[in-house]
């Protein structure tokens, strides 16, 4: 299975504040360790909102884009893994380990093509997911 794991932000993080060379080095070894494992599929701190943009889509194909920063910080995400994990009880257990002092993390699992098949009932809907898994296995290569 695989888990996406979303570090939420903090005043620090969204201010552009950076880590300071121990946290660096200690969220380096954190991360050697899951490459080390095998784990670890991609993982990258985000800058903060202010150098981004939301765009909200609405019926009739209408959208509106916003850019940063963001007001409800306490819901923005700073940096996130995306881990391979034999169940969410491992993916909590590693990460039990991050070497953060304070913050939040939060563990999602992510949809596999497999996921969909119950509610793909049409020739083009199989083509489409038949795409989809040729296009994640390019990825992976």
């Not at 946290?23 to 380096?28: P, R, T």
């Not at 784990?39 to 609405?58: C, E, H, P, T, Y």
């Not at 590693?94 to 009932?121: H, K, L, M, N, Y």
Request: proline fraction near 3%; glycine fraction near 10%.
């Amino acid at each position: 299975m695989r888990f996406m794991v979303l570090v939420k932000t903090s005043k620090d993080s969204e201010a552009g504040v950076l880590p300071d060379d121990k946290m660096l080095v200690e969220m380096g070894k954190f991360n050697a360790e899951l490459v080390k494992a095998g784990v670890m599929l991609a993982g990258d701190g985000l800058q903060a909102s202010s150098k981004g943009a939301r765009i909200n889509f609405a019926a009739g194909g209408k959208h509106t884009v916003t850019d940063g920063p963001f007001t409800e910080a306490k819901e923005l995400i700073a940096g996130y893994w995306l881990v391979q994990m034999a169940s969410k009880e491992e993916a909590i257990a590693w990460f039990s380990r991050c070497p953060f002092e304070e913050g939040e993390i939060e563990i999602r699992q992510v949809f596999d093509t497999a996921d969909f098949e119950p509610v793909i009932s049409t020739d083009e809907g199989r083509a489409v997911m038949d795409a989809e898994r040729g296009f994640r296995q390019h990825l992976t290569a």
